[in-house]
């Protein structure tokens, strides 16, 4: 992979912290030399690290936690007991993603965010709720006013994270190239502003100078752009127990823009197949594992293939990243 040889590693927020520039040079130190393992949890019993640890002996480097309790406008009153239990169960888990940092682990946050207003039940779902993201763009707007509260309120959540100087891999909007959350639902330019307006908040109204902008979206015509960006990504999904180097997928996400960018897994629900990425070096700098099934048993990895993965030279598991931050 010639042209990772250059890739980009400065923050596109100039005014990142020194923690964020760390990591970005290990990121970029890595890439096509090693991937870094990784695994969403949801809840605060974390069953994925847990399993990943009985079956391994060692834990990932990098751990995702969920924000979707956090929304501030979830509708209690119209909502499944399927969804109040995610709710409940995701309840406070940033009290492990503080433990996670103290671990000098790297962090992830995805946030399945109720819209601001008119949803019921898992409103992140475009078919639960009644919210226009096209007009959440529209500056004045009822919809972009409730938008700009909800921003300006996780904003809140993630101020002591930068106040302690701790870098997040910040993935926000994310699948924006399908229409089943709000926010891509209104197609890939609406996502696009919706998530330029958020790092224009962030960056020049908060000053949140620990986050690493991570766009989530294999859509070229949807590409947010170099500017706002620093790591580019997909989800994926593969058929199980199907584990390869995902070169065609990786060449496609890189079409996306013509700068070398860092290239990341945002999410796959098998692992990528570690042993065929160490002989073709396709550059994902990390991936990381959805959580529930996909992390927490064998139906999609199996056991073996995990515990060969965490103890492969080219993986990286927490025992084997340094102190960033």
């Known amino acids: ?6 890739v980009n590693i400065t923050p596109c927020n100039p005014n990142a912290l ?30 994925e690290l847990r ?16 924000l979707l309790s956090y929304s501030p406008h979830i509708n209690y009153e119209n909502s499944s007991p399927e969804c109040l239990l995610e709710i409940e169960e995701n309840r406070n888990t940033l009290d492990r993603a503080w433990e996670w940092a103290e671990r000098k682990g790297l962090i992830t946050f995805t946030w399945h965010r109720f819209s601001p207003f008119g949803s019921q039940d898992k409103g992140f779902y475009s078919e639960n709720t009644t919210f226009d993201a096209s007009r959440a763009v529209i500056e004045g707007t009822e919809e ?22 701790i870098p997040i891999l910040w993935r926000p909007f994310h699948e924006a190239e399908g229409d089943w959350f709000w926010w891509g639902h209104k197609g890939p330019e609406i996502a696009k502003r919706l998530y330029r307006i958020m790092y224009e908040r962030y960056t020049r109204v908060h000053a949140l100078n620990n986050l690493i902008w991570v766009w989530n979206s294999p859509l070229a015509e949807g590409y947010v752009g170099d500017d706002v960006t620093d790591v ?43 042993k065929q990425l160490s002989i073709s070096r396709i550059p994902w700098v990390w991936y990381m594992t959805w959580s529930n099934d996909f992390g927490s048993t064998a139906d999609w990895t199996s056991e073996e293939e995990l515990h060969q993965a965490y103890h492969h030279e080219y993986a990286i598991t927490l025992d084997k990243l340094p102190s960033l931050y």
Do not use: W
């Not at 992979?1 to 250059?6: A, D, L, S, T």
């Open 1 to 6: 992979m010639e042209n990772q040889k250059n």
């Open 18 to 47: 020194s923690e964020v520039k760390a990591v970005l040079r290990y990121l970029g130190d890595i890439s096509g030399k090693a991937i870094i393992t990784g695994q969403h949890t949801q809840t605060n019993v974390q069953k």
């Open 51 to 66: 399993y990943i640890e009985k079956v391994t002996g060692k834990l990932p480097a990098l751990c995702g936690f969920e």
């Open 144 to 165: 972009n006013k409730a938008l700009i509260s909800d921003m300006d309120h996780m904003a809140g959540i993630l101020r002591p994270f930068c106040e302690k100087r």
């Open 232 to 274: 580019i990504s997909r989800d994926l999904y593969p058929p199980k127990h199907n584990h390869t180097d995902l070169r065609s997928e990786y060449e496609e996400l890189v079409r996306i823009t013509s700068a070398p960018k860092l290239v990341a897994l945002g999410e796959i629900g098998v692992l990528p197949s570690i």
